[in-house]
């Protein structure tokens, strides 16, 4: 099972747009690029799911480049409430059954 | 509200006793997911059951058991309880086996064991 890579954790202030990238490098051609945020003591969300180019809907944007080898979820004018972490599941997970979350990204957002 | 509905919420128990947590997944989807999460730490795949049967396992202790019925709700059996099993345990629904959907997680049953 493919893993991946994103920062442990991750600082930003109110009001600044937060990018988080994640490295899948054995990614292959049906898989799908997903990304959740947990929140201490709650079950994971689901945030947002791509394929490949560009993805938006009213909580973030999926970037994707043409390799797909990598993901970049950004998260426009963060508030407090977006403290959480931040997950990007293994691409071949999607395939196999196995919702795989790694360590996730924590994301610390600052008055 | 994601549809999925964890019972109990909260539970407390001492070691080498047996629990059972249980799931209803939202109405329609046939994958439940378990997971457990001990403090601070990520979340761990343990199952996945595909209407009724078992379909993926991850890193799950012998100790540990789980089915899904032909109603298609789930429980995750618990027994010879350490202190260690002391966690989140979290239910995720998604409509089919694969995770190219959405997966709606239930808000989790905490175990205490002491």
């Known amino acids: 099972l493919a893993k991946t890579t994103q920062p442990i954790s991750m600082d930003s202030y109110e009001g600044q747009e937060v990018n988080i990238t994640c490295s899948h490098n054995?990614?292959?051609?049906?898989?799908?690029i997903t990304w959740y945020q947990q929140f201490p003591s709650q079950g994971p969300r689901f945030i947002i799911q791509?394929?490949?180019t560009k993805v938006k809907n009213e909580v973030a944007s999926l970037f994707i480049p043409a390799d797909r080898k990598s993901s970049t979820l950004s998260l426009p004018r963060v508030s407090l409430s977006d403290t959480a972490v931040y997950y990007c599941?293994?691409?071949?997970?999607?395939?196999?059954?196995?919702?795989?979350f790694g360590q996730g990204t924590t994301l610390q957002v600052k008055p | 509200d994601s549809g999925v509905t964890q019972t109990p919420k909260h539970l407390i128990t001492a070691t080498g006793q047996r629990v059972t947590l249980r799931c209803s997944p939202r109405?329609?989807?046939?994958?439940v997911y378990w997971y457990q999460q001990s403090l601070d730490q990520g979340l761990q795949f343990l199952i996945q059951?595909?209407?009724?049967?078992?379909?993926a396992k991850g890193n799950i202790l012998e100790r540990f058991s789980a089915q899904q019925f032909p109603d298609l709700h789930s429980e995750l059996n618990l027994s010879s309880l350490e202190l260690g099993d002391s966690a989140l345990y979290f239910c995720?629904?998604?409509?089919?086996?694969?995770?190219?959907?959405?997966?709606?997680f239930g808000q989790g049953t905490r175990l205490t064991v002491v």
């Open positions: 995720a629904s998604t409509p089919t086996g694969t995770g190219n959907t959405e997966a709606f």
């Open positions: 054995n990614i292959a051609t049906n898989d799908y």
């Open positions: 791509g394929y490949k």
């Open positions: 599941l293994p691409p071949r997970s999607s395939n196999t059954g196995k919702l795989i």
């Open positions: 109405s329609g989807d046939l994958s």
């Open positions: 059951y595909y209407n009724g049967e078992e379909r």
